[in-house]
């Protein structure tokens, strides 16, 4: 049953205003919140919910529905409504536009139709009441296949003054005549992306959603729901498919969480997250999409994976690092993805950038991401004023790429949220009347035509749209439903505008993903690449932080700029925790009580994997008064610290500026995460120094003295000393070795710090016994005291 059918029969079953129904017997409805505008001449509103033969035929009757509403300031007498008689046929789409575009009653409208009328008796200000009209075809005075205008106005006890009017359109269909049209549509299934980087730390890594609002989408009366179920009644239908809506769903066919809120950049737990309700919604909604696609002659094309919006990136962001290969990889993801969860070939290639409007810019970051059909409003590339007649979509635009133009006035009719009878009656029935017109325009030319509804298709938008398209193709109906690959290699028209425009709308520029937005989004790569490096698993990463940064530039964020931002900044915060949770504790002060002794670092991993790849470097300020050994390999498992052990060696006294650094190691090594620093106190190395310089001062009198002596022994025996520099005799270098040595011991005994037991290698983990519990307060605070 279609729309006006349903409206018909329930305006029947509960109203009791027909063509001789008497006034008074409904009583008021309660007033509305808002009428549309009207004016003292014209105080009545009136529209028409429905008409019960969309197409009229041969002795045909038509039903018109509707509402009367007095919008004025004073009660209308006597109110009635009555039909007019079309005044002639409208043969051009420009005649239809004409008619679309009046407000007042003229002449034009035709003339009023005698024994046509439903009495509604006194309207109060703010008074409304439901009307029904019947006419056969005959009495209308249709004899000629074509479009007419069909009006409903409402008089009062004046009959020659009429208070308000509405219009539609009737195509009047007797017999076929020329080529259908052919007509393909596109029947997105899109949704905001749910799926976070976050996934729980169990071994199966179960997904996590930002929130659980899929579920009442997916549900039979939620609108992902319905657009299955109406989708799979429409034939040869070009269903335009986001693949992460496919992996959200598939995932919430298992077990899930979801975020609680303001826990968007936090590490998935139980304490943080609850369990996902939509577990059956999904498993029922993916099988009925699975059907619905591989029936009555669908296309499914795969869009880049999360839907990447193209426009913002061409304007704002394609010159960022890593941009390219970001869209590439998408486009590849998309068609896999598909294909997997749908289990039917998919076509891929396909852009379709925001509202289908198209620059220049626009065109080259699609063909980056590989598409050869780009789907564009026409608006973006308008006909000449000149062309008599509705070209074929499809043409090319340079750089082996194909623009399916999609029609902009039966684009528009679809493209918001048509919510109300009203609304989905005046949009089905002009939908009817151009496409008729389009036929009758070149009846032996066949055309090949695109319907682009809105990307974010409402139930009540689609119903219309599928009402519409039945009726136009019905038994000798003027319109071939047909797919979009069809369309898109149709000859293209020689006189078709085949020009992509250089500038873009200015009023879509301020929902657009901003610069600085888009290059926080590829800088998450940076990070990423670094903290990959490290991790001993880092696919259980890599997936989901990957996936995040493109579902972080989705063009669905266009219309929800406030939660766009929630998820980016998620997605950054959940990065900086994971890479700040390998770390150098902060520290204070130390005192080093000597010239030789350990330091004592520890490296932190809070992270659930184990990682490597790490060194721990730790430096001086000055190395010519505070030394530390060469660097420590760091390989630290899940949720544990170690201590490293650095030897120190210092020449002087006083305070001394250190800092502990981890470094990746391979070829391209780089600091990871932040420096720690802190101050090292040297507090005994004075005394030791002073008692070395005494020593060596000793050593350098008695080898004078000893010189002094043996020459003048030499010379009273009347020897002569050739070489003043030669070597020492053995028994000479022994009795000298023998005073050096005591002099360095003496040296050594007051100025070096004596060996500490179970000493450690350069940079070496501690592996001593359990710290005291003072110890432990000490490193907890970073205040440590080194062993010596």
Do not use: C
């Not at 133009?405 to 949009?427: E, I, R, T």
């Not at 000393?721 to 007051?750: F, I, N, S, Y």
Request: a negative charge; hydrophobic letters at 40%.
């Amino acid at each position: 049953m279609g729309r006006a059918a349903r409206r018909l029969a329930a305006v029947l079953a509960g109203s009791t205003v027909l063509l001789s129904a008497a006034p008074y017997a409904t009583a008021a409805a309660p007033a509305r919140t808002a009428f549309p505008a009207a004016s003292p001449d014209y105080p009545a509103t009136v529209q028409i919910d429905s008409v019960s033969a969309p197409v009229a035929g041969d002795n045909a009757t038509v039903t018109v529905t509707g509402r009367v509403t007095n919008a004025g300031s004073s009660t209308v007498k006597a109110a009635h409504v009555v039909l007019r008689s079309p005044k002639e046929e409208l043969t051009t789409r420009s005649a239809i536009n004409l008619v679309a575009g009046r407000t007042n009653p003229t002449s034009k409208d035709g003339t009023v139709l005698p024994g046509h009328k439903a009495d509604l008796g006194d309207l109060a200000p703010g008074q409304s009441r439901p009307y029904v009209l019947q006419v056969s075809t005959s009495d209308l005075g249709l004899r000629t296949a074509g479009v007419y205008e069909l009006a409903v106005d409402v008089r009062d006890t004046d009959e020659d003054r009429p208070l308000g009017i509405a219009r539609t359109f009737l195509p009047y269909n007797t017999a076929p005549s020329g080529k259908q049209t052919r007509i393909a549509t596109l029947w997105p299934i899109t949704h905001a992306p749910e799926l976070v980087a976050q996934t729980m730390p169990d071994d199966d890594q179960m997904p996590v959603l930002r929130d659980d609002s899929l579920t009442t989408e997916l549900a039979p009366n939620g609108r992902l729901g319905k657009l299955v179920s109406i989708g799979q009644t429409l034939p040869n239908l070009t269903w335009v498919i986001d693949p992460d809506l496919l992996d959200t769903v598939y995932a919430m066919t298992k077990p899930y969480r979801v975020q609680k809120p303001g826990t968007g950049g936090e590490s998935a737990k139980a304490e943080n997250t609850v369990a996902g309700t939509g577990q059956n919604a999904a498993t029922a909604w993916l099988a009925q999409l699975r059907t619905a696609v591989a029936a009555n002659g669908s296309q499914v094309v795969a869009l880049p994976y999360a839907d990447p919006d193209l426009a913002s990136i061409a304007h704002n962001g394609s010159g960022l690092a890593g941009m390219d290969t970001a869209l590439r990889k998408a486009s590849t993801a998309g068609k896999v993805t598909a294909e997997g969860r749908l289990s039917v070939d998919v076509s891929s290639g396909v852009a379709w950038p925001y509202q289908g409007r198209l620059d220049q810019q626009t065109a080259g970051v699609a063909r980056t991401t590989g598409a050869d059909l780009v789907l564009v409003n026409g608006s973006s590339m308008p006909e000449s004023r000149s062309l008599a007649y509705t070209p074929n979509a499809a043409r090319p635009i340079g750089n082996g790429q194909t623009a399916v133009v999609a029609d902009p006035v039966l684009s528009s009719l679809f493209s918001g949220d048509l919510d109300s009878d009203q609304a989905q009656s005046l949009a089905e029935q002009r939908f009817l009347a151009e496409t008729m017109t389009i036929t009758q325009q070149r009846p032996d030319d066949q055309r090949s035509l695109l319907v682009m509804p809105s990307r974010t298709l409402t139930v009540g938008t689609a119903e219309a749209l599928a009402d519409a398209l039945h009726a136009a193709a019905q038994p000798n109906g003027w319109v071939a439903p047909t797919r979009l690959d069809a369309v898109a290699t149709a000859p293209a028209d020689p006189d078709a505008n085949g020009s992509v425009p250089g500038d873009y709308p200015g009023d879509l520029r301020g929902s657009e993903l901003s610069p600085a937005a888009l290059s926080s989004v590829m800088g998450v790569q940076t990070g990423l690449d670094q903290l990959l490096q490290i991790l001993t698993q880092p696919q259980r990463v890599r997936g989901p932080f990957n996936a995040a940064m493109v579902r972080s530039m989705s063009t669905e964020w266009r219309d929800h700029a406030e939660s766009s931002a929630a998820y980016r900044d998620g997605v950054q915060s959940y990065l900086v925790n994971l890479t700040t949770a390998v770390k150098v504790p902060a520290k204070s002060a130390i005192t080093l009580p000597g010239d030789n002794a350990i330091l004592l670092i520890s490296v932190k991993n809070d992270l659930n994997q184990a990682v490597g790849n790490l060194e721990l470097r730790v430096t001086s300020s000055q190395v010519n008064r505070l030394n530390v050994g060469q660097p420590a390999t760091v390989v630290l498992d899940g949720t544990t610290s170690r201590t490293f052990r650095f030897p120190a060696e210092a020449q002087v006294n006083g305070p001394v500026q250190m800092t502990a650094q981890l470094w990746t190691t391979g070829p391209n090594a780089q600091p990871y995460g932040k420096a720690v620093s802190f101050t090292v106190e040297v507090t005994s190395v004075a005394s030791g120094v002073m008692y070395v310089i005494g020593g060596g001062v000793v050593l350098m009198a008695l080898a004078g003295v000893r010189f002094y002596l043996q020459r003048k022994k030499r010379s009273a025996a009347g020897e002569v000393d050739l070489d003043p520099e030669r070597l020492l005799e053995p028994e000479e270098a022994e009795a000298e070795g023998e005073t050096a040595a005591g002099g360095e011991t003496g040296g050594k005994a007051a100025g070096e710090a004596p060996a500490e037991a179970g000493r450690k290698g350069p940079g070496e983990a501690s592996d001593s016994t359990p710290e005291s519990a003072a110890d432990a307060r000490d490193r907890a605070t970073g205040d440590e005291k080194v062993g010596h």
